[in-house]
């Protein structure tokens, strides 16, 4: 279903849409604008259909309102994204922010490596004076995770996504929240204890302090490329561990960050709120405050085509390795999946102001899709070539096929142009692969590859003579039993050559990766690599 099917969208706008849809999700849809009378800037604009979500979602035309004052007010920071203006019509609620033109920070880090201790130190600087500047302004994020963590086209970070904010200081006054909400490995252990629960009223928590923890959280991925347990209840074995332990666990994943940093970590994850390291405490710890090559004085990045450079070079699949355990083979329980919840509003149904989510099973709208074949640009080759006998200059300049050689490197024609971060990491996903196989062979050993990761296909599409793309939809749940929705699109990009792309909607960026490189290896016969 289209979206104009519900309704069209608002006529007498203060902007002019620049773009098709760049994000969708069950209620709402991204849009690029820019003002009625000037090309520049561009920003994001977020199209919520009231009638829907509130039908569907349980979301009230109040809390989405409520979700754009909260971060209006938060006012501006270098690394928050940035409120513009809201406004709604009889269906529609839209709502107008910096446009993040790097994508995704997560999407950028290789699963389960992380980044080195230098660039590690930079983006959780860069988040902790994000966060600092929202508690400042008495504002909780309560939704900390790499999800909602986005990057300027200059590589610095952005925090998005305030729909499950809070203001838990206001003229003077403070209070506790009691709300369910967060994301199972990112939530911090006394929101799980002290939320109001299956009509037991809880005796509340500290946004701020919630947020920290879960900063906690975060810095751990970036430097182990994995978060340390499911969720932190006695049902994981890991965080059972590491309070039994006194944070000293055997767990092989604490030998990943460097000793000077374990020190901070177990400060921030300290179970006991009272306890916890503070702010300042973060800020004057040793590892926080030590000399950082990639920072600047005022907490920017000071080369970021280096920074790029690096990140870029360390995304890699290997396809002689073995795949064998189920994507939704975590030990995170049956009944927890449903944890992220918000102000009485499952969050599987709230809105991301930066990342809307896939519709679930039941709900099949599709805005219109973005077409891959806006990834060619009309400077490259565009001439038909026979099947199976593809010129390899097609995809000399396509940065997703590095993370195919043995050696990843940025393409010499890259490095040459390059000016910003995002001239050398795209800001597009880099899960793709190209292939050469016909449609009629793709589209099953596709779906045959999910099969055998447990990711249900409901229904295999169909391929008639002629077509030159498909979509498959992807609704399932992570390593971690966290939701995980997207799209595998694919689509002919010149004769004989296919592009497969894995959109994710809904779910943890590292996670994505996960599934898109099992998935790959599954199908290392149809992918076309540069020593093919």
């Known amino acids: 279903m289209h979206h104009s099917q519900l309704a069209p969208l608002p006529i007498d706008l203060p902007f002019r849409i620049v773009s098709k849809t760049f994000g969708q999700g069950a209620y709402a849809s991204l849009k690029k604008a820019c003002p009625l009378d000037a090309d520049n800037p561009v920003f994001a604009v977020k199209f919520i259909n009231k009638d829907y979500a509130a039908r569907h979602g349980k979301i009230s035309p109040r809390q989405l309102l409520m979700e754009a004052t909260v971060h209006k007010h938060i006012g501006d920071h270098y690394n928050i994204i940035s409120f513009f203006q809201t406004g709604e019509d009889g269906a529609w609620r839209w709502i107008a922010m910096e446009l993040a033109e790097g994508g995704d920070l997560f ?31 008495g504002v909780g994020h309560r939704d900390i995770k790499p999800e909602n963590i986005l990057l300027t086209a200059d590589g610095n970070l952005k925090i998005a996504d305030f729909g499950l904010a809070t203001l838990f200081e206001y003229k003077g006054g403070t209070k506790l929240s009691t709300t369910f909400c967060g994301s199972p490995p990112y939530i911090a252990p006394e929101v799980i204890t002290c939320s109001t629960r299956n009509q037991v009223k809880g005796n509340g928590y500290r946004p701020d302090v919630a947020d920290i923890w879960s900063c906690g959280i975060v810095l751990f991925v970036l430097l182990a ?57 973060v800020r004057r710890h040793p590892w926080f405050t030590r000399h950082n090559k990639h920072l600047k004085p005022d907490g920017r990045l000071r080369d970021p085509i280096k920074v790029a450079t690096s990140m870029f070079e360390s995304l890699h699949i290997d396809l002689s390795q073995s795949v064998s355990r189920p994507m939704n083979g975590g030990s995170f329980g049956a009944d927890r999946m449903d944890i992220d919840i918000g102000d009485d509003v499952g969050a599987e149904h709230r809105i991301s102001s930066t990342q809307p989510e896939v519709p679930r099973g039941n709900m099949l709208i599709d805005w219109d899709t973005p077409h891959l074949t806006e990834v060619f640009s009309s400077s490259q080759p565009t001439n038909k070539q026979p099947p199976n006998s593809l010129s390899p200059e097609i995809l000399e300049d396509e940065p997703s096929m590095s993370q195919f050689s043995q050696r990843p490197s940025v393409p010499l024609s890259r490095t040459q142009n390059a000016q910003r ?42 391929v008639s003579p002629g077509d030159n793309s498909a979509m498959i939809r992807v609704i399932t749940r992570d390593g971690r039993m966290c939701p995980l929705h997207g799209k595998v699109l694919i689509e002919c990009v010149s004769e004989g050559l296919f592009e497969i792309e894995f959109m994710k909607g809904k779910g943890d960026p590292l996670e994505w990766r996960r599934f898109f490189k099992k998935v790959v290896v599954l199908c290392k016969d149809a992918v076309y690599t540069p020593e093919t």
């Not at 992380?114 to 004076?129: A, K, N, P, R, T």
């Not at 006194?246 to 006991?272: H, M």
């Not at 899960?431 to 295999?460: D, M």
């Open 107 to 137: 999407d950028k880090i290789e699963a389960d490596e992380g980044v080195g201790e230098d660039i590690g130190h930079v983006y959780f600087s860069q988040l902790i004076s994000a966060v600092g500047y929202m508690h400042s302004k």
């Open 225 to 281: 490329g994995n978060t340390p347990w499911d969720s932190p209840t006695e049902d994981s074995y890991e965080f059972h561990e590491y309070v039994t332990t006194n944070a000293r666990t055997s767990d092989a994943l604490w030998q990943k960050p460097p000793t000077a940093t374990l020190s901070l970590l177990r400060g921030i994850l300290n179970i006991d709120p009272q306890s916890r390291f503070s702010l300042e405490d």
């Open 421 to 462: 971060f995002h001239d050398i990491v795209p800001s597009r996903s880099m899960a793709r692969f190209f292939s050469a196989w016909e449609l009629k062979l793709l589209v099953p050993l596709i779906c045959e590859a999910l099969h055998r990761l447990g990711v249900p296909v409901p229904t295999v599409p169909a």
